[in-house]
């Protein structure tokens, strides 16, 4: 529907119906993960920029934290740099953490910075390294195929945890109306760089910031079975067990995890939802409306003891 043929009485009685939302979440802080396969049409990035801009303008506090796993693929591949994932976890060797830092920090960041800045909001783009305010340490990964008969723990690089978030910066920028666009790479105390999955650095800025919501955007409808029907609620036993049995796997297994952790910190809830969807995060804080997986606190497995 056009602006012309839209029906005044329509847009006021949303606006009205927005009304309990924004009450409920003014002042609240919403660390949104904006991932790299729902940044690919240039319409659903603008409707992402709007949407953080009106968010801010209601008076929450949204903090951005991205990824741009595609986009890093692009440009090794261009420079013919080989890239593999391990357990979701892209192999970093020194050259790949240089592409890494210069797509990351550069060109996805300042993209969306720009964006949300000619919406007419006050974005500023930041890595962990501003400020040392993500401090991270290598990360060891355990690995197991099906001809190990035990796990082995293997290096794969500048592949990086959080070890430590520092808020200060975040939450200064935040009170003088700026919204934080965070790139996920993190340093450790000697200066080294560390190329971090993006939902893990989310996962953790939502529990530094104590924030209301953690809202981590994708490519599909929520986290699904294996007949493609999208879950919700679920206990961490069913989602162990979904990653036993090769239903979550590759960038979900990160996604999960980090959303069960933050909720086991402190965030009050955590949304795997559709990035494809235009204004998705408007839908998840404004209405009724169940988009994607809600992931609110642990419920107890029936058999733990
Ligand atoms: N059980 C599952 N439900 C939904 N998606 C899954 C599941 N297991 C694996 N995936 C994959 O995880 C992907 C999302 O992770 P990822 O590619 O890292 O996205 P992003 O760039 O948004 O972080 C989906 O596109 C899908 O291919
Ligand atoms: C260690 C690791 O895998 N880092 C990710 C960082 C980007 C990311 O997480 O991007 P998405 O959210 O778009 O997947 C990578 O190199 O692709």
Redesign the pocket.
């Known amino acids: 529907m056009t602006e012309q043929t839209r029906d005044p009485r329509l847009v006021v009685e949303v606006l009205s119906e927005a009304l309990p939302y924004i009450q409920r979440f003014s002042g609240k802080t919403v660390v949104v993960k904006y991932?790299?396969?729902?940044m690919t049409e240039d319409t659903l990035i603008d409707s992402f920029a709007r949407d953080m801009v009106l968010m801010k303008e209601v008076g929450i506090n949204p903090v951005v934290v991205h990824?741009g796993?595609?986009q890093i693929g692009e440009l090794l591949e261009k420079l013919s740099i080989e890239s593999r994932f391990v357990n979701?976890m892209r192999v970093t060797d020194a050259e790949t953490m240089d592409v890494v830092e210069m797509v990351l920090g550069g060109l996805v960041n300042k993209g969306i910075v720009n964006l949300i800045n000619q919406c007419g909001g006050k974005a500023i783009g930041l890595t962990g390294k501003d400020g040392a305010q993500i401090r991270a340490r290598q990360l060891k990964v355990e690995h197991q195929s099906p001809e190990m008969t035990a796990p082995e723990i293997i290096d794969i690089g500048h592949v990086g945890e959080v070890e430590h978030i520092s808020t200060d910066l975040i939450e200064m920028l935040a009170a003088r109306d700026f919204i934080p666009v965070i790139a996920p790479i993190g340093v450790d105390a000697k200066g080294r760089s560390y190329n971090i999955n993006?939902?893990l650095v989310a996962g953790k800025v939502a529990e530094a910031l104590d924030a209301e919501k953690l809202m981590?955007?994708?490519?599909?409808a929520?986290?699904?079975?294996a007949e493609g029907e999208v879950l919700t609620g679920l206990t961490t036993g069913q989602v162990d067990a979904?990653i036993a049995d090769g239903?979550?796997?590759?960038?979900?297994l990160p996604?999960i995890r980090c959303a069960l952790d933050a909720v086991k910190g402190g965030v009050r809830s955590a949304h795997i939802i559709d990035?494809r969807v235009p204004h998705a995060t408007l839908l998840e804080i404004f209405t009724n409306a169940g988009v994607g997986t809600l992931i609110t606190d642990i419920p107890q497995d029936p058999n733990a003891g």
């Not at 991932?35 to 729902?38: D, I, K, L, S, T």
Request: a neutral charge.
């Open positions: 991932g790299g396969n729902a990824g796993g595609p979701g993006a939902d981590l955007l994708t490519n599909v929520g986290l699904m079975n979904l239903t979550i796997h590759g960038g979900m996604k990035g």
